[in-house]
């Protein structure tokens, strides 16, 4: 499963990518907009949207992709590695 996680803290990349690979899940992370963050999007199983650490464009920008290519987007306040645990584990059953 392919996922892409858009926000979270810098620091947390790695901790977010070791999280997803015990999943058995591929991430891409994007803390920061970049100006062609849709075409990095690409076709992910998921989109996970840490909305506290995320400017609105990019929630805007990241849904509306989404909703062209069908892809289930989940949200958490929290960007914390306990609240991805969280969402992958509700992903899973």
């Known amino acids: 499963m392919s996922i892409v996680i858009v926000g979270g803290h810098d620091r947390m990349v790695c901790r977010y990518k070791e999280i997803c690979k015990s999943y058995r899940c591929k991430a891409k992370v994007f803390t920061q907009m970049s100006g062609d963050l849709k075409k990095q999007l690409g076709t992910p199983d998921v989109i996970i949207l840490f909305t ?15 909703k062209k290519g069908n892809i289930t987007v989940l949200r958490s306040h929290s960007s914390s590695g306990s609240a991805l645990t969280h969402l992958l584990e509700g992903l899973s059953v």
């Open 52 to 66: 506290n650490t995320v400017s609105h464009k990019m929630v805007i920008s990241t849904v509306s992709e989404a």
